[in-house]
T-cell receptor, first 111, second 114 residues
Framework: QQPVQSPQAVILREGEDAVINCSSS?????VHWYRQKHGEAPVFLMI?????EQKGHEKISASFNEKKQQSSLYLTASQLSYSGTYFC????????????FGAGTTVTVRA | NAGVTQTPKFQVLKTGQSMTLQCAQD?????MSWYRQDPGMGLRLIHY???????DQGEVPNGYNVSRSTTEDFPLRLLSAAPSQTSVYFC?????????????FGDGTRLSIL
């Protein structure tokens, strides 16, 4: 079952912050985050594992709330290059080998 | 570094035709997978393979076949194309699985079925 992402879209001005949420109805083993620019392949940002791990990538960070089966991606001091569609991918068990992706959140950063 | 290479990049088919989408990786990854991407639906897993000779179904396998005779190649076959299979197809790979490892995606094949 696909995770649910919110919001569907967000428009920011350079320097503003945003949060993208990813929720699952199932217990999760891992959460992946990817960013896709228009017409290009998805690019890996980070992985979070069971245990409430928080990771960062430049000014993009994420958290994983194991109790709520929810992950959040934080875009801090957004830059024009942050524009794109962000996808979370979830895996429900170790060695499940199946990554289920959300529908995506389109982020537009304007000057 | 080539990474994950998909061919062709674009293809137009008529309903009922068959074709094979090619995917090759040069990173010696054991795990490979195929996704389709449709507007508003994200990426949906079609088939995956954890190693040569081993394949399994994903979320939306109907109408597609795969095989994995070598570590490097993982072709996706459409036996009888249908308009509902119009989509962008991505191949991905990772060293041994999905949970702890980033997926490396190819550039995609844009397929239209008339």
């Amino acid at each position: 079952q696909q995770p649910v992402q919110s919001p569907q879209a967000v428009i920011l001005r350079e320097g503003e912050d945003a949060v993208i949420n990813c929720s699952s109805s199932k217990a999760l083993y891992s959460v992946h985050w990817y960013r896709q620019k228009h017409g290009e392949a998805p690019v890996f940002l980070m992985i979070l594992l069971k245990g409430g791990e928080q990771k960062g990538h430049e000014k993009i960070s994420a958290s994983f709330n194991e109790k709520k089966q929810q992950s959040s991606l934080y875009l801090t001091a957004s830059q024009l290059s942050y524009s794109g569609t962000y996808f979370c991918g979830t895996e429900v068990a170790t060695n499940d080998y199946k990554l289920s992706f959300g529908a995506g959140t389109t982020v537009t950063v304007r000057a | 570094n080539a990474g994950v290479t998909q061919t062709p990049k674009f293809q137009v088919l008529k309903t009922g035709q068959s074709m094979t989408l090619q995917c090759a990786q040069d990173m010696n990854h054991e795990y490979m997978s195929w996704y389709r991407q449709d507007p508003g639906m994200g990426l949906r897993l079609i088939h995956y393979s954890v190693g040569a000779g081993i394949t399994d179904q994903g979320e939306v396998p109907n109408g597609y076949n795969v095989s994995r005779s070598t570590t490097e190649d993982f072709p996706l076959r459409l036996l009888s194309a249908a308009p509902s299979q119009t989509s962008v197809y991505f191949c991905a790979s990772s060293p041994t699985g999905t949970g702890r490892q980033p997926q490396h995606f190819g550039d995609g094949t844009r397929l239209s079925i008339l």
